[in-house]
């Protein structure tokens, strides 16, 4: 038993989701299996609105990727915590 919080979904397969049926199930599954154990599922690699939605569709609650920001230096990072904070 790993202390866990978290099952994170590879960006190899949350690229594919949208174009091949194969990675569609297996991310499903991946997230239903993380469920059942009361998992959060975090999807690596998303680009496209379209990868968002069927991920939100299959039960992801978090991602990351392109889509959202692209990659920061650490110090961009802190300006933009320090920015969200009261």
């Given at each position: 038993?790993?202390?866990?919080d978290?099952?994170?979904i590879?960006?190899?397969?949350?690229?594919?989701?949208?174009?091949?049926?194969?990675?569609?199930?297996?991310v499903?599954?991946?997230?239903?299996?993380?469920?059942?154990?009361?998992?959060?599922v975090?999807?690596?690699?998303?680009?496209t609105e379209?990868?968002?939605?069927?991920?939100?569709?299959?039960?992801?609650?978090?991602?990351?990727g392109?889509?959202?920001?692209?990659?920061?230096?650490?110090?961009?990072?802190?300006?933009l915590?320090?920015?969200?904070?009261?």
């Amino acid at each position: 038993a790993l202390p866990l919080d978290y099952l994170k979904i590879d960006s190899s397969l949350a690229r594919d989701i949208t174009s091949t049926a194969r990675d569609s199930i297996i991310v499903r599954a991946i997230i239903d299996m993380a469920r059942s154990l009361d998992l959060g599922v975090i999807a690596e690699g998303v680009e496209t609105e379209q990868q968002l939605a069927l991920l939100a569709r299959a039960g992801c609650t978090c991602y990351q990727g392109f889509l959202r920001s692209p990659p920061v230096t650490s110090d961009v990072l802190i300006a933009l915590v320090a920015k969200s904070l009261p």
